[in-house]
């Protein structure tokens, strides 16, 4: 049987704790943004009481449009993006510290040998093939943490809003870019520029279609409430498990 740490639930604790601090988190990253927006809206308004509708919109293009336009997008996707790195990194961080307590009862080489790695792959590799966890009942959560780990890369590594579709992939990174597309689309993160590819397609460049990507707030509960029923999963399968 597993030791205390599982049988009494306390790493669960542990990582219950941690992940009520992001879901605070995603409350007070929406409430401010909103309270932002709200108040540069109302200042707004203020400022055009005694103005014709015509001199409104006029003065909103010039003084307002940019700023309005940032909180409402620019700045919040730049505070999602961190989000959805943090979480992942205590996703892994977290993933790591269940296989080595798992090692301490297990005492395998093969622990270290092939597996002790900062990496959700190691470590689900090493829960499900040497420990023998049942993948069958992760399956669902972690296809949908696999897509995670695309997006969190795309995001270290690259960091655009726009992705291309490569239509005839010739090699791995082409199949990998569509791969990593593929997860955007999952969650409805990305939307096809259909003006600019109308015009590739007029043009014949169409091997590649332009694709706008955006973290949604949606996003950032969605993949958090897939985190702790991940964990909720492998802690309840790993409290009884037999070492």
Sequence with gaps: MM????????????ID??????YNYIDE?????????EKLVKEYKDEIKNLSEE???DFYEYNYADQVNYLKDDFPNILRKSFVTSLYSFLEQ?????????????????????YNRSSIFHSYKYLTEEVKVD????????SKIEKLNKIRNHLVHN???????????KN???????????AFIYYNLAKEDKKYNEFLISENKAHKLKYDIKISSDFCEEILNITREFFDTLTNLLKDHQA
């Design 17 to 22: 704790w941690g992940l009520d601090g992001f």
């Design 94 to 114: 977290q993933l790591v510290k269940v296989c080595q307590e798992v090692h301490k009862v297990i005492q395998d080489d093969s622990y270290n040998r092939k």
């Design 29 to 37: 990253m929406e409430g401010i943004l909103n309270l932002q927006l």
């Design 172 to 182: 791995k990174n082409d199949e990998k870019n569509n791969e990593t597309l593929d």
């Design 55 to 57: 001199q409104a919109e």
């Design 159 to 169: 960091g655009g809003d726009t992705l291309n579709k490569i239509k005839d992939p």
């Design 3 to 14: 030791n205390n740490v599982f049988t009494r639930g306390w790493i669960k604790l542990s």
């Design 135 to 142: 993948s069958d009942t992760l399956n669902e959560t972690w």
